[in-house]
């Protein structure tokens, strides 16, 4: 990372806009950022580390005191910085939260905190978004940068003292030796589940062994596979062999079951047989005796047939008159329902013809309406122009109110500034008094001074005179020359601040004149009065008033339109309806004239067909219809009785013809079934019922009993089995686990440096001892010039005690004494050139391992006070060797030796407000 172009605004003690612009030192080289002491030499390095990481560089130093506490409230705290790396150019602008005066009125506000990154035409705002993309664009977090690329003030000796524990995450990040970490923990989470995995196989076997069925509990239960297995294979080969014993047993004792039950069977057949053969007999008996009642039930219903012939012909005489009677009343009923149809139309006309007169009355109602709604259009017009004038008095009393409430501020604040005044004007005859009055004490007590002085005899140094009669007597309290200045300096303050608010007071008055001036103007031409505040809420009323009236009256103007063109759309619709109607009329003048020619035509049928029946239709048509439906129902019922009777002499005839044909086939099936019963009766020998059903019941018991025992030992060799088959597996399984567990243990203790009998590295601080002697080895390049050959870094082998990390701390060789001591020994020049000597060899050394991190610009902070004259010459020259390539290096100090050195340089000024500013000096 090289910075470019640095902006600080209202930063530190910067209380306006400052730019360093780090490209006119050049891209390489040595700067010294000059200045005295409190100016903010080092707020140059806090900017660059907050734009950064939103921290600044230094320990003592946090966000919330960034902020200027002279700037003006208009002035933005922030700090922006172009930066580039790896040939790409980045712009990063941080603002600070903090809190500020009110820009307009009294009390304070907070800024929020803020932060933005562009590079490549892309914008991140986030915060957290920022900090991730800086960190991933340095390859840095912020306390790495501070430890390699800036060494703050007070900070120098932390790398050179730093621990293994504290060192290992700086070497992490730099190198990217994580993996290293990450393949640890990696192979330590391994060996901890392969671990959990043989534990978790052995807790299964030892269930699976305790989970045997055994026929019988061994004195000793195994513990082991080897043990397990042959025991348990011997109780299954026993339990197969009594198995097959057992269903040999069930097979026999089925057989028996199989050959008692076919006896037993037999004996019950017997039995139902002989039973049988009683009931069948008594049956036979009972249906010979009722065949010859039914016999002569049978001839009783042939004789009665020859009545069914007279029954006939009557029934064809009625069949073929009832027809004409329902012709007959069919045409009444259609000739009553054409008189109602005829009704109906007749009252359908006349309403129709009333509808037409009501439409017709409707629409010359709607063209009289329609006629003196016509003028309404006009009116809205009319009422749009008085609104639109309304509403431009309105703006016009608004902007008179606006400045009216602007008088009145501007009068308060007038008021205001006009005591701030007098009291700065109090302030200021106090102080001028004191300033005064002190001035004056402090001249006599001079001449006091000089009259203690004088001697008779010799010179008055002012007069010339030898003879002194009268002295000037000094004071008691005398002010000192620091006290006449600080109380000149506080009167000159207060006569400023005089100044100030007189012209504050003076130009608040005016712009109250002016405005009151014009405001005064503005009443007259629009209001025609003096400036008054209830001339104008009388006409804000007055104006409110009107505006309500005047859209009320347009409400309705726009109701009218609206209304009128309804009434146009209602005038059309009854137009067409009238047409309608007009033509409905028509259709159901036609509908009634054929209407009455059909019923006319019903009624010449009626007549003709009342003459084929004898009946006399000349009466009223209701008593026609009446004895029309008599007759008719007189010869349903002669109709209905006829075909009764022929139906009860056939089905008379039918069941007893049917009865006795069933009685003589019932009366055969009988006797061949007695034949065939009486026939197994005596095929079948006797049976000892009682003790065939004893034999039987033993062999069932029998029976349960086997195929208890069967099950028992089926389910316990096939649990067995189960369980020698999962031992088997789970034995092969545990043999492959413990062979990881026992290569994982292996490789897990190496990695983290467990091994018993060699050093407890872990892996990642092994690697990262290769990175330190190299740059151990870099930096002792530079130490021996920096101490004449005095003195060389070396790390530390003695391991400590206990757990503690190893591997990465430093001792100092020192070649003069000839010993080894640890780099806390050394005096603060002489740690100052070790730790420098060690951040420039890891610089270096980032560079030649192009780990991803680039180095190209370093910052160091004080410590050269600390060197002396040779030793200051020799680390400059270590500076300048490295900054010879493509490295910027900026120094502070205040060690005058360095200013004739060093040809750039940043100088920072302060003034007596305590406000600071910054020059390049090339």
Known sequence: MKPLILEMSAFGPYSGKETVDFQKLGSNGLYLITGDTGAGKTTVFDAITYALYGKPNGQYRSSSMLRCQSASPDTETYVKLIFSYNGKKYTIQRSPAYIRQRKRGSGTT?????????????????????????????????????????IAQGDFRKLLMASTTERLPIMRKIFRTEKFSELKDRLNQMFADVKNDYKSSQDTMNQLIRSIQFPEIPERMPEFPDEALPLLQKFIDEDLKNYDILKNQQTENDKLISQIQKLVEKGRELENNKILENKLSLQLENENSSLENLRKAKETALSREPET?????????????LPLYDDARQKLSDYNGNLKLLNTAETDYKDTESKKDISEKMLADLETKLSELSESRAQKEKILGEIDKAETFEKQLNDILKSFNSLQKLRKDSENEQQEYIRAKNSYEQAKSAYDTAYEVFLDAQAGILAKRLKQGEKCPVCGSVSHPCPAQLSDEIPTQNTVDELKLKSDKANDLLLKKSSSAKSLNDRAENLESELSEKFKSVLNSSISHEELEKAFSEISEKKKDLKIKLAAAEQNIKNSEKIKADIQNLKTKIQDISESLGKKSESLDSIRTHISEIKGSINTLTDSLSLDCSADFEIFESEIKNRQDSLNRELYTAENSVKRIKEDISNAEKAFSQAEKNISRMKGELDNIRKNISDCPEIDMLSEQKKLDDALNRKTELLSKTENLFSRSNHNIRQRDEIKSLAEKTKNIEHRFQLLKSLSDTVSGNISGKERIPLEIYVQMTYFDNIIKRANNRLRIMTDGQYMLTRRTERRGGTAKDGLELDIYDFWGGAQRSVRSLSGGESFMASLALALALSEEIQSNAGGVHIDSMFIDEGFGSLDEKSLQQAVKSLSDLSEGEK???????????????????????????????????
């Not at 590079?119 to 940068?145: C, N, Y």
């Not at 012939?309 to 008159?321: F, M, P, R, S, V």
């Not at 290096?889 to 910054?918: A, M, P, Y």
């Open 110 to 150: 907070e800024k929020k905190e803020y932060a933005e990154l562009s590079f490549d035409d892309k914008i991140i705002s986030k915060i957290s978004d920022v900090d991730k993309a800086v960190r991933d664009i340095t390859g840095l977090e912020r306390e790495q940068f501070s430890q390699i690329a800036m």
């Open 888 to 922: 910027l290096v900026g120094i502070i100090s205040h060690v005058s030796e360095l200013k004739n050195r060093i040809e750039h340089q940043i100088s920072v000024t302060k003034d007596h407000q305590g406000n600071s500013s910054i020059k390049i000096k090339l």
């Open 309 to 321: 012939e007279e029954y006939q012909k009557k029934i064809a005489e009625i069949k073929h008159i």
